[in-house]
């Protein structure tokens, strides 16, 4: 049996044939020279091979690059990213075998997509669903219902400043963890390497059993209260009940599989409510299956699509995760959220973060690059589809129905930010004008034309010839330009 090559996130033992097969594992500095990541997202992976390192049968070096580390015959299972694909084909001696670390194949993704105009998640969960028998009675859904999304549409608990669930177990760092930091900063200092945001406690699995513990009590005390406000937020309660599982299941220590089956046991054994578990079901089977397998479906091109000729840079506000510049309270929050943890849940990345990018205008091959390189769970996979397509729909709806945009009405609904904010989400021009709010009128008024044949955008464009400040307000907003709000 040949030695198995593993990458940063194939460190888990579902990526082995076998539990004693032996593995080989890089650790490449020019990783981090390539791109400018987030401290915390470099510690944590470094963190996690170092601690994966330890384990028996593991040949572990350091190299510039990989192709200097692989030597002799070895296997390795098919990479998450098209530049690694292509350095696995080079190599000599060097066997790749199907992917790992996902539910639906590839094989069984282009059946089912083969064929379709349009690709749409509601479809391919169904699918999977099915296929995978998950959450169901026979041939019908659990419940009786595919989509329980209008059970976990909630807002924030009027009044509440936090959710009140249990937080995670706190990481409890070691002298692993002390060897990453010392060695970030000397390649800071002495290598060139730089890095965006502020370095702090690992707060997300490096090891096999610090996930599988999270796994646990997500599911015992967070997976419960999940459903209701998934799409809530609470400026004091930035976790609210996230399983914060992302970044351990994309490092490989978790299985989707294994986390999808402890969260239908839940249900099963009466412990956690039908909507929470679909609700999280759906975001691992569906979401994240189907944003893995667009990767590679679309052409290599899709990254560079523009639909909605979006060309504006990202200002270096931005960009260097500069919270305090911002004022409007929001994006200041969830800015920071990124710069001191690396981390924020679903709806701050897609109606804060990419609502915000949209409506100005920013290069979406740009925007996805910054979630890439921000997010601790960030891959080129990852954030392809996620941003080109969804968050920014520079694909002109290929895998979304409608652009994501909205005023800020939707954060006034669904958060708490509003009320402490110097804008005014009813305002859209003058000096408390709220910049999400101004900022919509002005990406319907700039795509009108485009938008005017899609079905889901035909009342806020009737709306927007409705409005008698229009003038003034894209006056507004030209002016303010890459402004911080």
Request: with cysteine.
């Amino acid at each position: 049996m040949p030695r198995r090559w593993v990458f940063a996130d194939q460190l888990g033992p579902h990526f082995q044939d076998t539990p004693d097969q032996p593995v080989l594992l890089v650790e490449s500095k020019a990783v981090f020279r390539r791109r400018v990541f987030h401290r915390q997202k470099a510690h944590l992976v470094l963190s996690a091979m170092r601690h994966r390192a330890r384990d028996e049968n593991v040949l572990f070096t350091r190299a510039e690059t990989y192709a200097e580390a692989v030597s002799g015959r070895v296997s390795v299972c098919h990479p998450t990213s098209r530049a690694a694909r292509g350095l696995v084909r080079r190599l000599p001696n060097v066997e790749m075998v199907p992917p790992r670390g996902f539910v639906t194949s590839p094989q069984d993704f282009v059946a089912w997509a083969g064929g379709r105009d349009h690709l749409r998640l509601e479809d391919f969960y169904r699918y999977a669903r099915q296929r995978h028998d998950v959450l169901m009675e026979g041939s019908e859904p659990a419940g009786g219902r595919w989509n329980l999304d209008a059970d976990n549409r909630e807002p924030p608990p009027r009044g509440a400043e936090r959710l009140g669930v249990p937080a995670p177990p706190v990481i409890v760092e070691d002298e692993i963890d002390e060897e990453v930091r010392a060695d970030l900063d000397r390649w800071e200092r002495e290598d060139g390497i730089t890095f965006v945001g502020n370095d702090g406690p690992r707060l997300f699995p490096a090891t096999r059993q610090e996930a599988l513990d999270r796994l646990r009590h997500f599911v015992e005390h967070r997976l419960p209260a999940f459903g209701p406000h998934e799409d809530a937020m609470l400026a004091g309660d930035p976790l609210m009940a996230h399983s914060m599982l992302s970044p351990a299941i994309n490092l490989g220590l978790l299985d989707p599989l294994e986390v999808i089956e402890r969260a239908e046991q839940a249900y099963r054994s009466g412990d956690a409510p039908l909507a929470s578990v679909e609700g999280f079901v759906r975001q691992i089977l569906g979401w994240r299956d189907f944003i893995w397998h667009l990767y590679w479906y679309f052409e290599p091109e899709y990254r560079a699509v523009n639909e909605l000729h979006a060309r504006r840079e990202l200002p270096k506000w931005f960009a260097e995760l500069d919270a305090d510049a911002v004022g409007a309270r929001c994006l200041s929050d969830v800015l920071a959220g990124v710069r001191d943890r690396g981390w924020v849940h679903h709806i701050p990345r897609l109606m804060v973060l990419g609502n915000y990018a949209m409506q100005r205008g920013w290069r979406p091959g740009a925007v996805a690059d910054w979630f890439h390189r921000c997010f601790v769970d960030g891959y080129e996979w990852v954030m392809t589809a996620n941003v080109v397509g969804m968050s920014q729909f520079a694909d002109g709806g290929r895998m979304s129905t409608k652009p994501y945009a909205a005023g800020g009405s939707y954060v006034n609904r669904m958060s708490d930010y509003c009320g402490g904010c110097r804008y005014d989400p009813k305002v859209r021009a003058g000096d408390n004008a709220c910049p999400y709010t101004a900022g919509y009128w002005s990406f319907l008024a700039r795509h009108e034309q485009s938008l005017a044949g899609n079905h889901r955008m035909r009342q806020p464009l009737r709306g927007l010839h409705r409005l008698r400040d229009l003038d003034a307000l894209l006056e507004q907003e030209k002016a303010r330009g890459s402004r911080a709000p």
